[in-house]
């Protein structure tokens, strides 16, 4: 089965905690109502980064961030991905684990996202779960974003896949 990368936009893709925003970070001011504007930084490297190593471990790129489908109209385009596939996690309980269990089902997982550390338990219940499989939860600081080493990380997980 094709392997799955799931991105997470605020902390991975959107360091919204690094003090001051590295340099190849570029200010976005998204509308997200009649008068309020939300600050994204994203980095534009980023969308021709994830689309290589998609193309060269096989993967198959898609959204795993609470911007669900609006991921697609607000950052895939700034980062010029194509639009990818959502997880959908509405009202779960245990945070993200259950959706992406259900998404990812027997395929080999790398997914990029800041908050791990919340819901120990069920993380543990998730990686165990999927212990016969490559499940590669890389951790990204929201003060950094992702970095040449996350991506290597995901290279190397999908080397010895399953």
């Known amino acids: 089965m094709r392997p799955l ?13 690094a003090n001051p925003k590295p340099d190849n970070y570029r200010l976005f001011e998204i509308k997200v109502g009649w008068r309020r504007r939300l600050r994204v930084w994203l980095d534009p490297e980023h969308g021709i980064q994830l689309r290589q190593l998609a193309e060269d471990t096989g993967a ?34 245990g945070w993200k684990y259950p959706a992406v269990a259900r998404y990812a089902y027997e395929r080999p997982l790398a997914w990029f996202d800041d908050d791990f550390g919340l819901h120990a338990a069920r993380r543990e219940q998730f990686v ?9 939860l890389i951790h990204v600081d929201p003060g950094t974003g992702i970095s040449a080493q996350h991506l290597g990380e995901v290279r190397k997980a999908f080397s010895g896949n399953p």
């Open 5 to 17: 990368v799931l991105l997470d936009v605020d902390g991975p893709l959107n360091p919204w905690a």
């Open 60 to 93: 198959e790129l898609a959204w795993a961030t609470t911007w669900l489908h609006r991921a697609n109209t607000e950052i895939g385009p700034r980062l010029g991905l194509p639009p990818l596939k959502v997880v959908e996690f509405h009202d779960e309980t």
């Open 128 to 136: 165990h779960k999927r212990r016969h499989l490559t499940t590669a």
